[in-house]
């Protein structure tokens, strides 16, 4: 019994972990066609979603199935628990890859806009912890789900910066009220992504010191 309840997490782990690869993939293919509206990538990227879609049914039902046999406990159960937590934040963050690339569809005749108005500089950021907490979570570091967590401020911040700005070019002409509504949309896709890597970095630091950090002021 006791191995193959071993089978079984180690079966969930390497799911969750190719789960967390095709979403960095995805994202890092998002970013890049943000970065140079390139369509095709943009096709690949929404097409590719229901890759990710099936990886989260595939381990919700490992999860339920586990807990329903073996009752485990402990530090086991709080895997499982963490593994339900990150799954779900997983398959967000490959919706809001290709949230990006529907938007960059539809800006791609203002991609000066796109440029002037630091959406890049957002996504380069939100990108970042999404990979850090992604790797985090891969390799069991604190210090790193850490990290993730105190950067996310900044990202807000640089979300507050793009809002203003464009809001301030929309007033300013009105043929740029549609193109900068579908990039306002767009920063708040990457300000999502950055919570979502920094709930990853939340969950990571409970499996880790099974401490809840969630919804704390720093």
């Not at 071993?6 to 943000?34: P, R, T």
């Not at 097409?47 to 490992?62: F, G, K, T, V």
Request: charged content about 25%; hydrophobic content about 45%; some cysteine.
């Amino acid at each position: 019994m006791q191995n193959h309840f071993n089978q079984e997490l180690a079966n969930l782990k390497k799911n969750i972990q190719q789960m967390a690869e095709l979403v960095d993939v995805q994202l890092e293919f998002a970013m890049q066609a943000m970065q140079t509206g390139n369509l095709e990538l943009c096709k690949f990227v929404r097409n590719r979603d229901r890759e990710i879609d099936a990886y989260d049914n595939l381990i919700q039902a490992q999860c339920e199935n586990i807990i329903a046999l073996f009752q485990p406990v402990a530090g086991d159960l709080r895997f499982i628990m963490t593994s339900l937590m990150i799954n779900s934040q997983l398959e967000r963050c490959g919706d809001i890859a290709v949230n990006i690339v529907k938007r960059v569809q539809k800006t791609l005749q203002k991609r000066d806009l796109l440029t002037d108005s630091g959406i890049q500089k957002l996504g380069s950021l939100a990108r970042s912890m999404a990979r850090d907490a992604i790797e985090a979570f891969m390799n069991n570091n604190l210090e790193l789900a850490g990290k993730v967590i105190a950067r996310d401020d900044e990202v807000d911040q640089q979300c507050r910066n793009t809002f203003h700005w464009l809001i301030d070019k929309m007033q300013s002409d009105a043929q740029l009220v549609e193109p900068g509504a579908h990039l306002i949309v767009l920063s708040r896709q990457l300000e999502r992504l950055a919570d979502h890597a920094t709930n990853i970095a939340e969950d990571v630091i409970f499996l880790i010191e099974a401490r809840i950090v969630a919804h704390q002021k720093k």
